[in-house]
């Protein structure tokens, strides 16, 4: 199966408002313009220097989405060009990328990572601390960022329930914070093993690595 092939397929089983995001991680640049010349523009990485590199490489109306945990110590590497951050999961982050949009004059969009995973592992907010952050002055304050919607990641398990129902709570949390915040507007869950799952439950973002691109090699 070709790149192109895989996304068509995927793009095929995808409602219109779903988006796309292509995750590269780890594969070469060849791979993303095999992509890109399928028509995608949009792609996600893990990792910020990779990010930074590839973005310096590639066609510039590409969308880089940091989908990874991220370092405090390395938001600036990404602050001039990221389109959005979905693992945004502390107040000390949030005022991080703040500052470096600030000094690029831009602002920056970030997704709340809501923690719904049973597991510990999984990196996240507690719905309680996403909504005193939404309602303190201290977020009030950042004017260099923008809040626009949630990301969770389900447990990895083969348990179609448990999965369920860690989609339908994440659906459930942004409901809750759009009442507190109304710009949110994007649902960011479902990966290659559950997106169809994740866009019954709610979800209009998917984040698809495998599925397009092959297992990946670390
Ligand atoms: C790697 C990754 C994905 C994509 O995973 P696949 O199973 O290859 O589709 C999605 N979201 C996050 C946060 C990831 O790190």
Redesign the pocket.
């Given at each position: 199966m070709s790149i192109k092939q895989n996304l068509l397929d995927i793009k095929t089983q995808t409602p219109e408002h779903v988006t796309l995001v292509a995750?590269s991680?780890t594969k070469p640049n060849s791979d993303i313009m095999e992509a890109y010349d399928a028509g995608q523009r949009v792609f996600?990485e893990?990792k910020i220097q990779e990010m930074a590199d590839k973005f310096e490489a590639l066609p510039k109306d590409i969308s880089w989405h940091m989908?990874?945990h991220v370092q405090r110590n390395k938001v600036k590497y990404m602050a001039s060009f990221v389109n959005l951050i979905?693992g945004m999961d502390s107040f000390k982050l949030l005022k991080e990328i703040n500052k470096q949009a600030k000094k690029e004059t831009r602002v920056i969009d970030c997704l709340l990572q809501i923690k719904i995973a049973e597991e510990d592992a999984k990196f996240g907010m507690a719905k309680v601390d996403a909504i005193n952050m939404l309602q303190s002055d201290a977020f009030k304050e950042l004017q260099n960022v923008r809040i626009t919607g949630v990301m969770g990641?389900a447990t990895f398990t083969d348990d179609q329930k448990q999965v369920t129902a860690e989609f339908n709570r994440l659906k459930t949390i942004f409901d809750e914070l759009k009442t507190l915040h109304s710009n949110l507007e994007i649902i960011s869950m479902g990966?290659?093993?559950d997106y169809e799952l994740a866009i019954n439950c709610g979800s209009n973002m998917i984040?698809?690595?495998?599925?397009i691109f092959g297992e990946?090699n670390y």
């Open positions: 995750v991680k996600g893990n989908i990874g979905h990641m990966m290659s093993g984040r698809v690595g495998s599925s990946r």
